[in-house]
């Protein structure tokens, strides 16, 4: 039989900084995958009878969540989050990207995210990423006059984005199914939760109650729903937060379920580091590779949760 011990020797500063929770000063083919908390930009429609007349209904609204569970999307207008780690990233999008993909009308719908960086602990970071260069091509630190750069770079800026990047256990409240069918077995399920500058923004506030109140978010839940922006002809959807710090301690299940979280987050450094060196030796401008170790450390691997083993 084997057994898994598992062990948390660390103070409370030396946990948040591990998980990405500390005070700033200012996927993987290899490792454990996990399904992403998304955000529909569209309706989900289908057909209803009334007095006799078929007609249109919405069965999902735009701005629900959708998560998909073992091949079955589930959505649901609300959800609890608990947060175990955040992390950020910078990602870059071609507006010409073939996708294959195509709109409601039948028309190739092109644009997608091409290049991506490591996570870091902090927004202001900077990464490596797999372009072999940093930060996708972005300039680190404020830019006081945008709008003396060239045209190629004030475009390049502009398809940069950063992400916070959240790992945790969601809870979809009344879940429904494509089909608008309740889902009644669903419990609190792992995932991770991706989101842009302006809902980053807004979600901010919330882990700050934590901050404040000296707790981790693990130890609590967030209630969420999102609420739509319209900006010209796009609408997008920021979250509104509330936060209900439960003192919840964690369980022996919660910290294998935060080794799992790392070992992603540790697989997802690893491909972008390796990647990286790869174009630099091409180039001829490569270092030696980083080891392991080396990969453990930038992610903050000496405040580790403590895993052993024993085999029987």
């Given at each position: 039989m084997n057994q898994v011990a598992l062990h948390v020797d660390m103070d409370q500063a030396a946990m948040a900084s591990m998980m990405g929770f500390s005070e700033a000063a200012a996927a993987p083919a290899d490792g454990p995958m996990f399904p992403r908390l998304k955000v529909m930009t569209e309706d989900i429609q289908g057909l209803t009878e009334i007095k006799g007349k078929t007609k249109k209904t919405v069965i999902v609204s735009a701005g629900a969540f959708a998560l998909d569970v073992n091949g079955t999307v589930i959505y649901a207008d609300s959800i609890e989050f608990r947060c175990?780690?955040?992390?950020?990233?910078?990602?870059?999008?071609?507006?010409?990207?073939?996708?294959g993909r195509k709109d409601d009308a039948g028309k190739p719908r092109a644009g997608g995210y091409i290049h991506t960086t490591m996570t870091g602990k902090q927004w202001v970071d900077e990464r490596i990423d797999d372009t072999g260069g940093i930060n996708c091509g972005k300039p680190a630190g404020f830019i006081e006059d945008f709008k003396s750069l060239q045209k190629d770079l004030q475009d390049l800026i502009k398809n940069c984005r950063t992400y916070r990047v959240m790992f945790g256990q969601v809870t979809m409240i009344d879940p429904v199914d494509a089909e608008g069918n309740d889902v009644t077995d669903l419990g609190p399920t792992p995932c991770i939760y991706e989101i842009g500058p302006a809902a980053s923004k807004a979600i901010a506030p919330a882990f700050q109650t934590f901050t404040d109140a000296k707790a981790l978010p693990w130890s609590g839940v967030m209630s969420i729903t999102n609420v739509p922006n319209v900006n010209g002809t796009v609408t997008y959807y920021t979250p509104e937060v509330g936060v209900k710090i439960t003192g919840t301690v964690p369980s022996d299940a919660d910290i294998a379920l935060g080794v799992e979280f790392n070992a992603f987050i540790t697989t997802w450094n690893d491909r972008i580091k390796s990647k990286h060196h790869d174009l630099l030796t091409q180039k001829g401008k490569a270092t030696p590779p980083a080891d392991d170790m080396d990969i453990l450390e930038e992610l903050g691997a000496d405040q580790f949760i403590d895993v052993s083993s024993d085999l029987d």
């Open positions: 175990f780690f955040q992390r950020f990233l910078i990602k870059r999008y071609d507006n010409e990207l073939v996708t």
